[in-house]
Structures are given as C-alpha cells and as structure tokens.
C-alpha cells in the first residue's frame, strides 16, 4: 500500500534528526510527518467521495498539521529556519501536492505529471533547506 510506504518515510525523516536534536525530536517528527501522511489520505478518501464537508474538514486539519511541522522544526533551529519561511515552504508543498491530486483524480493526467515534477522539485528545495539548516547549526559534525 502507498500510504505503508510513506509512512515508512515519515520514520527515516524522523530518525535522521535524532543525532542532531535528540530522540524526543525525532520521535515528535515522526508523529508530525505521519500525521501529516493520514491527513494526504483522509482528504483523498474524501474527495474521491465526492464530499464536501469532509474534504474541508480534513484540508483544514492537513494544513494545521503542516503550520505544527513547521513551528517544531523551526523550535530545534531557529536562526536557520525561521518559522514564517517553514510555514511557507510547507503550504507550498501541501498546495503543491494537493493540486497533483486533484489533475490526477480527474484524470488529468499530463497535468498530474507536470503537478508531481512540481512536487518532486518543492521537496528537493525544502530538503536542501532543512540540511543547509542542520550543517549552519552544526558545522563542526561537517
């Protein structure tokens, strides 16, 4: 199953971090970027039902969850990732995300491709963001 995949993920994120900021840290990340994973799918189920209510109830949640990643990440390193910018990259990411979806949930599938290299690149710059962060902090483990 694809969500079993990406929330295998979500505890690698999580254990890379330990060495930096603890095992709490990455222990909290990991409950942040699985939540993060449960909410992509509960908004998926919901718009494949075609309901409303659920889809904005469960789009809030998803974007709630992201503002919570981006305070806990920017918490551990503020001077190098400030949290507006967090905030920024992750709602670029969820809208980034949700747009792939919704092309390939109508069957629009050449804008589903060019939605996930959207993607793919987004989360390319966010991970070189965070690493540049970690090595700012921590230049002599470099």
């Known amino acids: 199953m694809t969500a079993d995949r990406l929330l295998a993920n ?34 998926l189920t919901a718009a494949k039902a075609g309901n409303t209510a659920k889809v904005n109830q469960a789009s809030a949640a ?5 503002n919570e990643i981006a305070t806990f990440l920017s918490s551990a390193n503020p001077s190098n990732w ?3 910018q967090l905030k920024m990259m992750m709602k670029d990411h969820l809208d980034l ?16 491709i060019a939605g996930y290299d ?16 970690i090595i700012a902090q921590y230049p002599d483990r470099f």
């Open 118 to 133: 959207k993607v793919h690149v987004e989360i390319l710059q966010m991970s070189d963001a965070l690493a540049s962060g």
């Open 97 to 112: 995300t949700l747009a792939e979806a919704v092309a390939h949930l109508k069957g629009n599938y050449a804008a589903d």
């Open 10 to 43: 979500q505890t690698d994120i999580g254990n890379a971090i330990k060495p930096y900021y603890g095992e709490a840290a990455g222990t909290k990340l990991t409950a942040l970027l699985r939540q993060h994973i449960l909410g992509a799918a509960d908004l």
């Open 62 to 66: 998803w974007y709630a969850n992201a």
């Open 82 to 84: 400030p949290v507006d």
